[in-house]
């Protein structure tokens, strides 16, 4: 799951218009700061849990896809057979008369099966993004939450998101210098309020995923 681009004009406006609400001097010295919404966006831990919770989701629809694929698989065969039966010759008319009007019901139990199958698919895509969406639009709004912390803490009048591309595509933020990169801050705050099991399942993974150290060089 990446941050989407509206979710991160957003999350942009929101942090804009929140950081710029702090109390100003007249006297003081602007503070500015950046952040890098994708890299917080993408160590977030309900970030990740919610990239699981969708996989798992959608391996279940897959399985349920898989499974409807083979049921009508097997209408289409048996649709196959009953048409072969009704044109053939060595039958007597009335068994291929028969045979011809199973087929004409095969043929609807066919027609049916791809319209539920086409439901389903439609359906239930549907359902798995609007569940993506939510998902985002919660994490969207603890992270920006977090960088309001941050601004408020320690008195910034504007952060930027310095991963955030503009309309024509370049990136917002093109050079900056002395400003401070709250990323690793506002990570910390989002990841403080992570689960000790949640957290411990993380760090297994992570460990897993790791490559193994190369073994050291014989003398």
Known sequence: MKFPRTLRR??????VSSVLALPIAAHA???LAIVDLQKVFENYY?????DARLQEVVGRLQKDKEAMVGDYQKLVDETTKLR????DTT???AARAEKQKAFETKV????NAERIMQEFNTTKGRAVE??????QQDIVKDITGAVNSVGNRDKYNLILDKAGPSVNGTPVVLFTQDMKDITDDVIKILNATQPAASAASS??????????PAPAAKP
């Not at 957003?10 to 942090?15: G, Y």
């Not at 309900?46 to 919610?50: D, G, I, T, W």
């Open 29 to 31: 010295e602007t503070k």
């Open 84 to 87: 072969d039966a009704a044109q």
């Open 130 to 135: 609007d569940q993506k969406m939510r998902l």
């Open 10 to 15: 957003l999350a942009v406006a929101l942090l």
């Open 91 to 93: 039958l007597s008319p």
């Open 108 to 111: 609807q139990d066919v027609r």
């Open 203 to 212: 760090s297994a993974a992570a460990s897993t995923a790791a490559p193994a």
């Open 46 to 50: 309900k970030k990740k849990e919610a």
